[in-house]
Each structure stands twice: as C-alpha cells, then as structure tokens.
C-alpha cells in the first residue's frame, strides 16, 4: 500500500465538523434575522454555498439545525463533567460551566443591539412554536439522561437506584430556570438592562439551594385565622 494514498481521517472529520458548524451558524442567523418559518432550507444552503443535499447530509430537519446551538452546548456541558478535576462534585463542575457560558446574552448585555434582537427573534420564534418548545424539551431531557447515566457509572450506582437521575434533573433544572427567566426578561423588557448579572445572580441562588439541600426549603405555611 502507499502511504501517500491512505486517506487522512482526522483532515476529513475536521472538514466536516467546521462544514456542520459553518451551515449551523448560517442558518441560526437567518432565523434570527427573519424567523424560523420564513427561511427554508434552500435559502440557508444558498446563504452557505453548499447544495441542499449537503445542508440534509448533516441535518435531517430544520429543527435539528435550529437547535445545533442548544445540542453543542449540552455536548460540551458533559465534557465538562466528565473531565472534571478528581474529587470535584459534579455540582461544582456544572456551575462553574454554566456560569462560565457566555453567547449571545453577554452580547447582548455588553451592549450589542444586534445581538439583543437576534436573542429576543429566537426566543419568540421558540415560544409561539409548539414544535421547537417540544424539541427544546426532548433535548434537555436527553442531556439529563446522558448525565444520569454519567453519574451512574462513576458512582457504579446499582440499576434501580434513583440518586443519579435525580442529581441530573435537579442540574439541568437550573438551566431549565435560567433558560425560561432569559425568554421572559427579553420577550417583555423592550431594554432587558442587566439581565446577564441578574442571570448570574439567580443561577448562584438555585446552586446554593442544591448544594445546602431541600431538607428546610419551602416549609408549609400555617392556615391563616
């Protein structure tokens, strides 16, 4: 065999990654520039310069490129966990990637108009969209299974025990939180000013919660006389 002709997979993955990447980035600023259910697949493979066949090749829907955003921040939130330092809880790992997340928001925050409307044309389109809010949901539920099922193999947790699903939907619920609080500050405040801080600051509350636990929280009021 010559070696000249052994193909170079790492060159050929990587060209596909940043093909992937480039028609994502692509297609998220058209819908946030005109919306999800005005641009059609053909117009993000025209604004990217691939073939529409290309543009099916690594997304089998619309809303798959939609949410490409959302499913690679979740793909490196579990990188995060799992590379964790040794000893380090997983609550700490997850805060310290969550808090560290900075996209759009810190744009928009920094003072980017652009980037504010871009963040409050997306969170429209996914609020009067009963399908993106139902995809949005099937993501976050499948990062909270991946993560559970993370946990239970570094804590060689037994297969009916509950504490690994619930470790990572209690996680995944603060960005649940964080995410529902971001789409109603931009979708009602026409000048959202400080939300990234106020963001921040409601994420270290519901960490703080989880890390001193629910043992006191919420206590029944007693019946009024």
């Known amino acids: 065999m010559i070696p000249a002709m052994v193909p170079d997979m790492g060159l050929r993955e990587r060209k596909k990654t940043q093909t992937r990447q480039h028609i994502a980035q692509v297609a998220w600023r058209l819908?946030?520039?005109?919306?999800?259910?005005?641009v059609t697949v053909a117009d993000?493979?025209?604004?990217?310069?691939?073939?529409?066949?290309?543009?099916?090749?690594?997304?089998?829907?619309?809303?798959?490129?939609f949410f490409f955003p959302l499913e690679t921040f979740e793909a490196h939130l579990l990188e995060a966990v799992a590379t964790r330092p040794a000893g380090e809880p997983v609550l700490a790992a997850f805060r310290r990637f969550l808090l560290a997340a900075g996209g759009l928001l810190a744009q928009a925050d920094a003072g980017?108009?652009?980037?504010?409307?871009?963040?409050r044309t997306l969170n429209r389109v996914i609020a009067a969209s009963p399908t993106l809010q139902a995809r949005e949901h099937h993501a976050l539920a499948a990062t909270a299974d991946a993560l559970?099922?993370?946990?239970?193999?570094?804590?060689?947790?037994?297969?009916?025990?509950?504490?690994p699903q619930v470790a990572a939907n209690a996680l995944l619920g603060v960005q649940r939180a964080l995410v529902a609080y971001t789409r109603q500050r931009v979708l009602a405040d026409p000048a959202p000013t400080g939300l990234a801080a106020d963001v921040q600051r409601y994420a270290e509350a519901a960490f703080a919660l989880l890390d001193h636990g629910l043992g006191d929280y919420a206590p029944g009021r007693r019946p009024a006389r």
Do not use: S
Request: hydrophobic share 45%; proline share 6%.
């Open 112 to 119: 980017d108009a652009q980037a504010l409307e871009r963040l």
């Open 44 to 65: 993000i493979a025209r604004e990217a310069e691939v073939a529409v066949a290309t543009v099916f090749n690594y997304f089998p829907t619309k809303e798959a490129l």
């Open 148 to 163: 559970a099922a993370q946990l239970a193999a570094e804590t060689n947790a037994q297969p009916h025990d509950p504490r």
């Open 31 to 38: 819908f946030a520039d005109h919306g999800f259910d005005r």
